[in-house]
């Protein structure tokens, strides 16, 4: 966190102003390891690497102790993110309940304090508690927790098949809020079966499809929470999306490098495939030839026969003037 880099130099009076954008009440602010070093003198200053935990859905916090809140902990916004997302399409069922990417597209602006679409680097926030979603869910939608709203079917010992799960896309009403959801299911089919924990398919890996498939449809939709999402580094855990920031969208140096790239692949591709060719046709060649090397001779020998038929001929003009 950058406040923790900007106190460490403070104490070891390497640093006399405070980084500009330092961290507030609500947000941590991160800097690279890579920025620190370049910029800093750091020789006095011990890193402790710590790893950020995650149970299948939820990041453990991180204890943080700040004047306010001396027991505080905290996550990453990433990590608020997808705990937000998840409680609210599985846990309150809000587009199955008639809820839009608009509510949506309000709720995050509500909730500012926490997602901070306009920040470049992962930062952190304190944890959120409990009750926020339903709360800000609450918000937008008054009346909402009387909408009745379809069960996940259970998962056969089987698993279940893209078919299965566009069926069930449909089934809850999906299809309704979203006609192209169905198009994410092969996408988002394969990434669960690449995180799958069993050998089959299991009912959580359900509910994860289906969360999934209505978070591509959000972030297709509100391209500026996406970018928050690539920006967070949370693109490549949303399954089966597609990022064009990280696919050099951004940087015209980096996608001129891409199309380099492809070209240079589709060359390699076409010079293989021309020197296979010559090799196969060199060898069908050879083959032939080996096949009909008495042919061959023997055309010679017609060849060399015509021909002395010819000279003949030639040589003898009376012989064929008299017939
Ligand atoms: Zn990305
Ligand atoms: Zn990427």
Known sequence: MKSEVSDALKATSTLRKILDDEDDHTTMNTMSLEEVLKNFDTKNVEFIRYPILRAKHRATPIPIS??????????????????????????????????????????????????????????????????????????????????????????????????????????????????????????????VMERKKERYLRTC???????????????????????????????????????????????????????????????QKAHDKICKEYRQKSREIQELEKENEPVVKRMKLDDSYELSIDDEERNAPSTSNLS
Request: proline share 4%; with cysteine; hydrophobic share 35%.
């Open 205 to 267: 890996d359900l509910f994860d499809a289906v969360e999934h498939c209505q978070l591509n449809c959000t972030l297709e939709r509100l391209p500026i929470l996406k970018k928050f999402v690539h920006n967070q580094k949370g693109c490549h855990r949303v399954y089966g999306l597609e990022c064009e920031y990280c696919d050099g969208g951004e940087n015209p140096e980096t996608q001129k490098l891409l199309v380099l790239k492809k070209e240079l692949a589709e060359l």
């Open 66 to 191: 700040t004047s306010d809140k001396p027991n505080g902990t905290c996550i990453l916004a990433i990590d608020a993110f997808f705990q937000f997302f998840k409680e609210l399409t599985l846990g309150l069922k809000f587009y199955q309940k008639g809820g839009s990417v608009d509510d949506v597209n309000r709720m995050i602006s509500a909730l500012k304090k926490t997602f901070k679409l306009n920040y470049t680097t992962p930062y952190f926030v304190p944890t959120p508690d409990e009750g926020i979603v339903k709360r800000v869910a609450n918000f937008v939608n008054k009346d909402f927790g009387n909408v009745p709203a379809k069960e996940l079917r259970d998962v056969k010992r089987e698993g279940f098949t893209v078919r299965i799960l566009k069926n069930e896309l449909a089934d809850l009403g999906l299809t309704t809020k979203f006609p192209e959801i169905q198009n994410y299911a092969e996408a988002v089919y394969f990434d």
